[in-house]
């Protein structure tokens, strides 16, 4: 039987996976489910709705002679060292889970047809509670030989975040090399902690340190809805010129894109004394392993 964070288990919650997400009976002894974290949740519920949500592309033109074998190799190692590459996820009457799937040889699509068309492609299909696993790779061969011309990575956002995603391509290359890749904790252990944590105790710590602050509100509620307004908002800057800039003050280029949005903030609302929500990479987190 699968092996629900101990803290927050439900055998109700995995009997209802069970009967509409794993029909696979024999199998269920080699899952292991858990609940989303509360910002993988955001994430996914956007994409059920709009599948093609928050799913980034890259690709790679290979000017070398790449296998087949070396890419299922090298994809198939990257699942067995990350854990998250092997994470489905799904709905509930609970919320969103996940599904953590056992490691299996990587399923790669290859198309003879037109590049631009076969990505385009890749990145409509979006992802979904019926995807297995929440990123895709596909090949282009060549039309002039049986050489694979491009490589296409399509990925959903509840995977990965800026800190980490260098260094998960990073393993993919040296795993295309042939090079080993290190093996990080599982994700479970962050779903662990979040669900361990006192959330009266965060609600208390944001009263307190809020108290006497007070200002209008750039989103306002719209009416008939319990849901706040929103505004989109198009910036065209050189991201070369940003890091040139991040550079000359020894801070991140998400330093600046925050200092802008602050003085943005202040311009609008006419005030010195401006707040607003930022979402953090959580490897603060007191446990092993949080920071990889």
Known sequence: MSKFVELIGSQEIFDEIRSTWLRDVEALEKYDVYPATPLQANLVAQSFQEKDSYVMQ?????????????FQRAVTALKEAHTIFRTRF????????????????AVIEVSEGNFDEFAAGQLSKG???????????????????DRFSHFVLTMHHVLYDGWCLQSLLGDLFKALDGEQIRQSPPFKNVVQYVESRDKSEGEKFWKEYLDGWSGPHLFSRVEGSDSPGSFI????????????????YHVTVAS???????????????????????VVSGRDMEFPGADR
């Open 256 to 278: 600046v894109s925050k200092a802008a949005w602050t003085l943005a903030l202040r311009t609008f609302l006419q005030m010195d004394d401006v707040v607003f929500g930022n």
């Open 58 to 70: 890259m690709k790679w033109e290979i000017t070398g002679a790449v296998t087949m074998d070396q």
């Open 233 to 248: 908002f198009h910036v065209d800057q050189d991201m070369d010129l940003l890091a040139k800039v991040a550079s000359r």
């Open 127 to 145: 992802f979904g509670p019926n995807d297995a696993h929440w990123f895709r790779v596909g090949l282009v061969k060549s039309l002039e030989s």
């Open 90 to 105: 799904v709905p509930t009457s609970a919320g969103i889970y996940q599904i953590l799937t056992p490691a299996a040889d």
